[in-house]
């Protein structure tokens, strides 16, 4: 595995305490990176903290992401902990269940929209200010190939993942002469823990719709997400990266 150039950067992972946020803040770890983990699972969090201590500096922060007080307390938090702020990758989000447009809940509905868009939003709102202090920043939001195209049964998902691409394409868009670049990754399904919230008639019908004809796995996820939150990454922004195994082809 190659080291991406990390050092001395303080990374904040949102749902880090587990799935593709914990092997986003693995790699990062690894990649001489300090890292902060942003959940609302205070357990898992304090867990998945003290699995990572071992390959460097890492902070829990327990945070209800969809609170804007929370996430502006958050954002102070760490950066007095760290010193500064130089990479958001808001990997938290929920499925909020299957179901047909029609028989979902209002107040499902609304929550997913709540979690995987509203909270990325206040994420970004939050610490963008110190990325302009700094004069640097990389964020990096984790949508979905269902923003692309729409699954069935997921209209609540989808459309919260659309939406954090045009959010993606709008602050790109804003930023793009500060030095902080911000883009999107479409992952196809990875098998996480969120597949406990999906029927398995979902899952199998994901994986029908992968050439590869298998799930993202996690670390696979880390290495493209790490590399678009590096100095690398110096010439895109407002850009959305496919990571669906050739499902998606624009």
Not at 237 to 242: K, N, Q, R, S
Request: charged share 20%; glycine share 8%.
């Amino acid at each position: 595995m190659n080291r991406i150039d990390l050092d001395h950067r303080v990374v904040v992972v949102t749902g880090g305490a587990r799935g593709i946020g914990y092997a986003v803040a693995q790699r990062a770890l690894r990649s001489g990176a300090a890292v902060a983990l942003w959940d609302l699972d205070a357990e898992r969090l304090s867990r998945s903290q003290a699995e990572l201590s071992g390959l460097g500096k890492v902070s829990a922060f327990a945070v209800e992401l969809t609170d804007e007080a929370a996430v502006a307390s958050a954002t102070q938090e760490t950066v007095a902990a760290f010193g500064s702020l130089d990479v958001l990758i808001n990997c938290a989000g929920i499925t909020g269940g299957n179901g047909v447009t029609w028989e979902l809940a209002p107040d499902v509905w609304r929550r997913v929209i709540e979690v995987n868009l509203i909270a990325p939003y206040l994420t970004c709102r939050a610490v963008v200010p110190q990325m302009l202090k700094q004069g640097y920043g990389r964020i990096v939001n984790i949508a979905s190939v269902a923003g692309k195209e729409g699954n069935p049964n997921a209209s609540h998902y989808s459309a919260s993942k659309a939406g954090l691409i045009g959010l993606t394409k709008s602050l790109g868009k804003e930023l793009a002469t500060k030095n902080i670049l911000v883009n999107a990754v479409t992952p196809a399904a990875a098998k996480t823990e969120i597949f406990d919230s999906m029927s398995q008639q979902h899952i199998d019908y994901m994986l029908s719709k992968i050439p590869m004809n298998r799930f993202l796995l996690p670390e696979e996820a880390a290495s493209l997400i790490l590399w678009l939150a590096s100095e690398d990454c110096a010439f895109s922004t407002g850009a959305v990266f496919d990571l669906s195994g050739g499902r998606a082809t624009y």
